[in-house]
């Protein structure tokens, strides 16, 4: 693992679960970060790794489920263009018509509408909630301490909103007092969502928290019941995890989050180049 990776997985909260040193089917979390130095060496898969019997492990690490992880995949190629992207009017066009929209009530307090910011030939599309109050001042979803660990995130697997993700909400317009989305004003702009999947085309979808499942499953779900599996969205693959700001608030989540951050970069890999 080099020194830049390993601090962003500090900033995750993850960098005591990767100093432990413990059986191999006790932790999940650490066979995570374990498949991560396996890939980053592009070298033998991690039970190939002789654990360091040395050390021992405090038991209040040792509470994550298991997990499989493909640790003999070769490094993420390199994204194919997206087969709808044009010339950038279509995007002009969505965004647009994104911030005129008065479809649905929370146009009414917003300070702007807020489309969604990246790479437009991602290999993932991070699907979030909705605004908040300074994303609706700023126009640019998941800045704040949020938004920060949501890059932390995504940097650990080698991605950022410059290159190679995108980021967009479930709702574009801010709901008041940051309460949680309805149903009806999720499917009032849901079509605005499924227009920039389609622009995108990108290999992988990741729902953080509740709202962006529900709106790309089409179905109510609970977080705990989705996490690990694997659902399709027009023919892309999606992945659910939780929201950066529930792991703010849960950090002892932040393990499952790094599970389910490795599950889909395995995923992403197995969609070829
Ligand atoms: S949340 Fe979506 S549907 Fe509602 S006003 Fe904003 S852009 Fe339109």
Redesign the pocket.
């Known amino acids: 693992m080099t020194p830049q990776r390993a601090q962003l997985l500090a900033r995750m909260g993850l960098a005591p679960l990767w100093r432990l040193r413990q059986a191999p089917d006790d932790d999940a979390a650490e066979r995570a970060v374990e498949a991560e130095e396996a890939s980053d060496a592009a070298e033998s898969p991690v039970h190939d790794m002789a654990p360091d019997a040395g050390a021992a492990a405090p038991a209040a690490a040792m509470t994550l489920p298991a997990v499989a992880f493909d640790t003999s995949v070769a490094p993420m190629p390199e994204p194919k263009p997206a087969p709808d992207a044009d010339d950038g009017s279509a995007w002009e066009r969505l965004e647009r018509e994104?911030r005129d929209?008065?479809?649905?009530?929370?146009?009414r307090q917003?300070h702007q509408?807020v489309p969604g910011i990246g790479d437009r030939h991602p290999r993932w599309l991070v699907v979030g909630e909705?605004p908040g109050a300074e994303e609706d001042r700023r126009g640019e979803p998941f800045v704040g301490p949020a938004g920060q660990l949501l890059d932390a995130m995504l940097a650990a697997v080698g991605l950022s909103r410059q290159q190679g993700a995108f980021i967009a909400n479930s709702?574009?317009?801010r709901p008041p007092g940051n309460r949680t989305?309805e149903t009806d004003?999720i499917a009032?702009?849901f079509p605005?969502l499924r227009r920039q999947v389609r622009l995108l085309a990108p290999r992988l979808i990741v729902a953080v928290g509740r709202p962006a499942a529900q709106a790309l499953l089409n179905q109510p779900v609970r977080i705990a019941d989705v996490r690990g599996r694997t659902f399709e969205f027009e023919g892309i693959p999606v992945i659910v995890t939780y929201h950066p700001a529930y792991l703010l608030r849960n950090p002892h989540d932040k393990g499952k989050a790094w599970e389910d951050l490795c599950r889909a970069r395995a995923l992403t890999r197995a969609a070829g180049p």
């Open positions: 994104i929209c008065t479809a649905c009530p929370l146009h917003r509408a909705g709702v574009k317009c989305p004003e009032s702009c605005y």
